[in-house]
């Protein structure tokens, strides 16, 4: 077999695969608190996508990046029933979340009492999405998750890392 065709293979399946070498080394070393809770990036040009899948519902993964600087645009997506609480943690800020069927509530540094609304730098949306993709408005969810963008201002100082803590229902 000629020597270029594996090469070709291989570039073949990275094109595929929407991303470059170095990008499908992983950029991130990822811990779990619990090793059934899964953690899956999908990396392209300027953007990843995490998914969690959390079988316990309660649980904190730590996404540290390897690179330079994060993405210009991180997605998380928590394959949960419900979300009672989120905490997003960089080296400075705390972000925290809770969403019901009929809100979304965001706070920051343990600070309930002061909600932020949507002319923070620190907002984001929440969207609960369906097992078809589609948004749904009902909880528990069903083979869906929840997924958001992750404010630019928690990415500003790029830290290095994020620390994602969430309870799926409280017990």
Not at 32 to 41: A, F, I, K, L, R
Not at 72 to 96: A, D, F, Q, S
Not at 99 to 111: E, F, I, P
Not at 141 to 168: H, Q, R
Request: one cysteine or more.
């Amino acid at each position: 077999m000629p020597v270029y065709l594996p090469v070709l293979l291989f570039a073949s399946i990275l094109f595929f695969m929407d991303c470059t070498y170095a990008a499908c080394e992983s950029p991130f070393e990822i811990t779990t608190e619990h090793t059934q809770d899964n953690v899956e990036v999908s990396v392209a040009e300027k953007s990843v996508i995490i998914s969690i899948h959390s079988p316990f519902g309660i649980s904190q993964s730590i996404i540290e990046r390897k690179t330079e600087h994060w993405p210009e645009k991180v997605i998380l997506r928590l394959y949960l029933k419900g979300m009672e609480h989120l905490k997003i943690t960089n080296e400075k800020v705390v972000l925290e979340a809770a969403v019901s069927s009929t809100d979304v509530r965001l706070w920051m540094n343990g600070k309930e009492d002061l909600p932020i609304n949507a002319q923070s730098p620190y907002w984001m949306d929440i969207r609960k999405v369906g097992k078809d993709g589609k948004p749904v408005s009902e909880i528990p969810l069903t083979d869906g998750y929840f997924e958001m963008e992750l404010p630019k201002a928690m990415l500003k100082n790029n830290p290095k890392s994020i620390t994602f803590n969430w309870i799926d229902f409280y017990r």
